[in-house]
Protein backbone atom coordinates (compact mmCIF):
# COMPACT_ATOMS: atom_id res chain seq x y z
CA UNK A 1 0.00 0.00 0.00
CA UNK A 2 1.14 3.34 -1.01
CA UNK A 3 0.73 6.17 1.00
CA UNK A 4 0.95 9.93 -0.80
CA UNK A 5 1.28 13.09 1.88
CA UNK A 6 0.01 16.13 -0.23
CA UNK A 7 2.39 18.81 0.71
CA UNK A 8 0.54 22.34 0.51
CA UNK A 9 3.25 25.10 0.36
CA UNK A 10 2.93 27.80 1.99
CA UNK A 11 4.21 31.47 0.92
CA UNK A 12 5.22 33.78 3.58
CA UNK A 13 4.96 37.61 2.69
CA UNK A 14 5.22 41.04 4.03
CA UNK A 15 3.85 44.06 2.97
CA UNK A 16 4.37 47.89 4.00
CA UNK A 17 2.02 50.38 4.42
CA UNK A 18 1.64 50.69 1.03
CA UNK A 19 0.68 46.82 0.21
CA UNK A 20 3.57 46.67 -1.69
CA UNK A 21 5.30 43.30 -0.94
CA UNK A 22 8.64 43.83 0.31
CA UNK A 23 10.03 40.23 1.18
CA UNK A 24 8.67 36.55 0.43
CA UNK A 25 9.52 33.22 1.30
CA UNK A 26 9.08 29.91 1.83
CA UNK A 27 9.59 30.13 5.00
CA UNK A 28 8.65 32.03 8.16
CA UNK A 29 10.91 34.87 8.38
CA UNK A 30 9.51 37.29 10.09
CA UNK A 31 6.52 37.37 13.09
CA UNK A 32 4.63 39.60 10.94
CA UNK A 33 4.57 37.49 7.97
CA UNK A 34 1.39 36.76 6.06
CA UNK A 35 0.85 33.46 4.62
CA UNK A 36 -0.57 32.19 1.58
CA UNK A 37 -1.07 28.78 -0.42
CA UNK A 38 1.97 28.69 -2.85
CA UNK A 39 -0.91 28.13 -5.60
CA UNK A 40 -2.93 31.63 -4.84
CA UNK A 41 0.23 33.52 -4.96
CA UNK A 42 -0.08 35.52 -8.02
CA UNK A 43 2.24 38.61 -8.10
CA UNK A 44 2.53 41.66 -10.53
CA UNK A 45 4.47 44.97 -10.83
CA UNK A 46 2.46 47.54 -9.52
CA UNK A 47 2.27 51.44 -10.70
CA UNK A 48 4.86 52.42 -9.23
CA UNK A 49 7.41 49.36 -9.84
CA UNK A 50 6.99 47.38 -6.90
CA UNK A 51 5.60 44.26 -6.28
CA UNK A 52 1.72 43.65 -5.21
CA UNK A 53 -0.67 40.39 -4.76
CA UNK A 54 -3.10 40.11 -8.01
CA UNK A 55 -6.34 40.24 -6.40
CA UNK A 56 -4.89 43.66 -4.87
CA UNK A 57 -4.45 45.40 -8.30
CA UNK A 58 -8.44 45.00 -8.50
CA UNK A 59 -9.01 46.79 -5.44
CA UNK A 60 -10.35 50.77 -5.90
CA UNK A 61 -7.89 51.07 -3.58
CA UNK A 62 -5.19 50.05 -5.77
CA UNK A 63 -6.71 52.09 -8.46
CA UNK A 64 -6.69 55.20 -6.56
CA UNK A 65 -3.33 54.95 -6.19
CA UNK A 66 -2.68 53.94 -9.20
CA UNK A 67 -4.26 57.57 -10.71
CA UNK A 68 -2.62 59.56 -7.98
CA UNK A 69 0.86 58.30 -8.72
CA UNK A 70 0.14 58.51 -12.63
CA UNK A 71 -0.68 62.47 -12.54
CA UNK A 72 2.15 63.41 -10.17
CA UNK A 73 4.63 61.38 -12.54
CA UNK A 74 2.68 63.56 -15.32
CA UNK A 75 3.27 66.72 -13.27
CA UNK A 76 6.66 65.64 -12.89
CA UNK A 77 7.61 65.46 -16.88
CA UNK A 78 6.16 68.59 -17.29
CA UNK A 79 8.33 70.33 -14.69
CA UNK A 80 11.06 68.91 -16.22
CA UNK A 81 10.16 69.71 -19.95
CA UNK A 82 9.50 72.94 -18.63
CA UNK A 83 13.06 73.31 -16.90
CA UNK A 84 14.65 72.03 -20.41
CA UNK A 85 12.32 73.60 -22.98
CA UNK A 86 11.26 76.96 -21.43
CA UNK A 87 13.93 77.81 -18.61
CA UNK A 88 16.80 77.60 -21.18
CA UNK A 89 15.64 80.19 -23.59
CA UNK A 90 13.79 82.62 -20.79
CA UNK A 91 16.94 82.59 -18.33
CA UNK A 92 19.08 83.87 -20.86
CA UNK A 93 21.05 87.58 -20.44
CA UNK A 94 19.92 91.15 -21.74
CA UNK A 95 22.04 91.01 -24.35
CA UNK A 96 19.76 88.09 -26.35
CA UNK A 97 16.48 90.46 -25.07
CA UNK A 98 17.59 93.15 -26.46
CA UNK A 99 17.99 91.75 -29.80
CA UNK A 100 14.76 90.73 -29.61
CA UNK A 101 11.31 92.62 -31.85
CA UNK A 102 8.52 93.66 -29.58
CA UNK A 103 6.15 90.85 -31.36
CA UNK A 104 8.87 88.16 -30.01
CA UNK A 105 9.04 89.71 -26.88
CA UNK A 106 5.32 89.28 -26.18
CA UNK A 107 5.21 86.09 -27.97
CA UNK A 108 8.22 84.88 -25.81
CA UNK A 109 6.04 86.50 -22.67
CA UNK A 110 2.62 84.75 -23.71
CA UNK A 111 4.73 81.23 -23.69
CA UNK A 112 6.81 81.27 -20.60
CA UNK A 113 3.83 82.14 -18.97
CA UNK A 114 1.38 78.79 -20.35
CA UNK A 115 4.81 77.09 -19.51
CA UNK A 116 4.21 78.65 -15.48
CA UNK A 117 0.64 77.39 -15.49
CA UNK A 118 1.73 73.77 -17.73
CA UNK A 119 0.82 71.96 -14.24
CA UNK A 120 -2.47 73.35 -13.81
CA UNK A 121 -3.26 72.89 -17.38
CA UNK A 122 -1.54 70.20 -18.65
CA UNK A 123 -1.08 71.84 -22.25
CA UNK A 124 1.97 71.48 -23.34
CA UNK A 125 2.20 75.30 -24.94
CA UNK A 126 3.29 75.32 -28.58
CA UNK A 127 6.92 76.84 -28.81
CA UNK A 128 6.98 80.34 -30.89
CA UNK A 129 8.30 79.72 -34.49
CA UNK A 130 11.23 81.87 -34.41
CA UNK A 131 12.68 80.06 -31.09
CA UNK A 132 12.37 76.49 -33.44
CA UNK A 133 15.62 76.97 -34.24
CA UNK A 134 17.35 77.73 -30.78
Known amino acids: MYYFWVLTMKVYYLLNDNNEIIQDDYDKFNENCQEIEKSDYYIVNGYNGAIFLLEYTKTEEYAQKAKAFKEKSNLE ?12 IINRGTLW ?38
Not at 77 to 88: H, I, K, M
Not at 101 to 130: A, C, F, G, H, M
Request: with cysteine.
Open 97 to 134: YNRLTQVQKSELEIWYNEWLDVTETLVVPQRPIWLKNL
Open 77 to 88: YLRTRRDEECFS
